[in-house]
């Protein structure tokens, strides 16, 4: 499943059932965070360091500007190989070399964190080309040239140079990539005919931009920022644009091409159930976006309780607001009536900054430990908005060089409904993601492979229980936009239904279309797009909502053993401190604070930053 090791690292995800047999692990304190061991740190940064070494790209996502900045990761199968090996080899070396019975408590739990997701990785191994290279979500087409736009930094003319090194490089990695699809092709691995339309859009968009297209305009508009004469200038957007058309288009064309070839022979059946041992794969995927034994049928199962429960929710505010009808008739209603939607970006836009503006005022009376990162609001590019989401963030460079970035997709407005903006911006944003990964990337004691991996079911989940958060905060004061809130958190209990319905019980795109269609209130738009996100990207949806349950389960626990003891900043410090752990380690370590609370009272465990 490869774009490169800076993609896959978005995806990590530690597997519950490799710790099932370690002792509870109690949660590091700040000052045992502050003394680690040595040679076991060392083991971690030697793994870091030559993982980074492995991917330009990943060193520019840590804002590290060195030999390697113009250049682009090797996209090979060797690649791909060679990281594998990397992180059993240094499994190996860790388990030969420590006993985690002997180690710090910090430490035990980076061995474990380590261990874990080594054993992790290794069910996934048999099928590392069962992913898609292209597609709408995650495709190189677009992820590549908008690497550079968002992610290349250019503060004097040989990083502007380094670009251009990068866009004449550009041409091998599509290359590369495209030979691979083409051999995963002949093999039976491609997506639905139904994808190919929106790469096949991407790369048009281009290629018929000519010199005005997204990435050229992009080095333009940084160089004209440089204090540099015009001249030079002049001189690197020469050479931008001759390796632009002597290296990318002739390199595009050749992929539009093989899209056009695979798109008439590509299959009509949507889940990876259709691949070989495609069980197997979806049950590894479930299992590592998770972290849970939960199998498919159960998490269908789960997904239809949830859905059942929210709707009964959501009648309680079509109460409120004297509504008469269906449940079905009240979506409609927010479905079509254009009160429920903005009618301009700009507007948009302006609603979600003031949103974040007042959430941003009340975090200090619910966290110990604030972002330290800047928050930027930024609609998606134009030349990849028709296919991207509708929503997503990127992390913050851990220099401080580039801020988290909370993207929305305006594409389609009528998509966007006024009423989902509160929670979507409070999941994206604060306390949402930004939050969680700016004191992950900020924790500086910290092995790297903890400072910047994940845990879908850590990060997701935080993310969702951020949306009702926001409710136990005092916002979501206009009814209709609570009634977004169950909206969002109802979609993200209907994905577990979708999903698992998609990839194991065989269901077609139209079947779990008109699923959602029956039991939430989005637009056709929005269904239609999610759910072409579920097939191309399948298990990840199921993480949100069994994440969020799990910090939901244990922040109740915590009350009710607590208390008037119980501190929510002190319960949420316990959560974030250590960075994303697997759901089974997160509950020990909520288990092991409730009962030093009952030994030392509250305390709060905020970090210096």
């Known amino acids: 499943m490869r774009l490169s090791a800076i993609f896959a690292a978005s995806m990590l995800a530690l597997a519950s059932s490799a710790l099932a047999e370690q002792p509870a692990q109690v949660a590091a304190s700040p000052a045992e965070q502050d003394a680690p061991a040595p040679a076991l740190n060392t083991l971690f940064e030697e793994y870091d360091a030559a993982q980074l070494a492995l991917s330009p790209q990943g060193k ?31 499994a190996e070396r860790m388990r030969q070399a420590y006993d985690p019975a002997t180690l710090s408590p910090a430490d035990a739990l980076s061995y474990r964190l380590f261990d874990a997701l080594a054993q992790r990785r290794a069910p996934l191994h048999p099928y590392r080309d069962y992913g898609y290279l292209f597609d709408q979500m995650n495709g190189a087409q677009s992820q590549l040239p908008a690497f550079l736009i968002n992610i290349h930094r250019v503060s004097n003319p040989d990083e502007a140079l380094a670009y251009v090194s990068r866009i004449e490089g550009l041409g091998a990695a599509l290359d590369t990539l495209t030979d691979e699809s083409r051999a995963r092709a002949e093999k039976g691995v491609m997506p639905p005919g139904w994808v190919y339309p929106y790469v096949i859009s991407d790369i048009r968009n281009l290629l018929d931009a000519g010199d005005g297209n997204a990435v050229l305009v992009d080095i333009a508009s940084k160089l004209e920022k440089l204090a540099i004469d015009d001249a030079r200038k002049t001189e690197i957007n020469g050479g931008a644009k001759h390796a632009w058309h002597q290296s990318v288009v002739p390199a595009y064309q050749r992929l539009l091409a093989e899209m056009e070839r695979q798109q008439a022979i590509a299959p009509v059946e949507d889940g990876v159930w259709r691949f070989p041992d495609g069980d197997k794969y979806y049950a590894a995927l479930l299992a590592s976006y998770t972290t849970t034994d939960l199998s498919a049928d159960q998490i269908h199962d789960l997904g239809l309780s949830e859905v059942a429960r929210i709707h009964g929710e959501m009648r309680a505010i079509m109460a409120q607001v004297g509504f008469t009808g269906t449940l079905q008739d009240f979506f409609a209603f927010t479905r079509t009536d254009p009160r429920f ?266 970090h210096s930053r």
């Open 60 to 90: 520019s996502y840590r804002g590290v500007r060195d030999g390697d900045y113009g250049k682009w990761d090797d996209m090979s199968a060797a690649a791909d190989e060679r990281s594998h090996r990397l992180l059993k080899d240094t």
């Open 341 to 606: 939607y903005h009618t301009s970006r700009e507007d948009y836009l302006a609603d979600a900054a003031r949103y974040m503006a007042a959430m941003e005022a009340k975090l200090p009376e619910f966290f110990a430990t604030l972002p330290k990162d800047p928050l930027v609001i930024k609609p998606v590019e134009a030349f990849r908005e028709k296919s991207a989401g509708k929503a997503f963030y990127q992390s913050p460079a851990p220099d401080g060089s580039r801020p988290g970035t909370y993207y929305v997709n305006l594409y389609n407005l009528a998509d966007m409904s006024r009423n989902e903006l509160e929670a979507l911006a409070y999941h994206e944003g604060v306390p949402g993601h930004h939050l969680q990964r700016s004191i992950q990337t900020g924790l500086g004691d910290m092995p790297p492979f903890r400072r910047f991996g994940g845990v879908t079911a850590y990060s997701e989940g935080w993310g969702l229980y951020s949306e009702e958060l926001g409710k136990d905060m005092g916002f979501y004061t206009d009814p209709y936009s609570d009634f977004g809130r169950l909206g969002m958190e109802l979609w993200r209990a209907g994905r577990l239904v979708v999903d698992t319905g998609l990839h194991h019980k065989r269901w077609s795109r139209e079947q779990a279309i008109q699923y959602l269609a029956d039991n939430t209130p989005n637009p056709e738009g929005d269904i239609r797009k999610a759910i072409e996100r579920y097939i191309v990207y399948p298990g990840q949806a199921t993480a949100y909502t069994i994440g969020k349950l799990k910090i939901m389960e244990l922040r109740a626990l915590a009350r009710a053993e607590l208390g008037d003891r119980f501190d929510i900043r002190a319960f949420h410090e316990v959560i974030l401190a250590n960075g994303p752990v697997p759901l089974d380690v997160m509950e020990q370590n909520v288990r092991a604070w409730i009962a030093g609370q009952g030994q030392e009272g509250p305390a709060h465990s905020g």
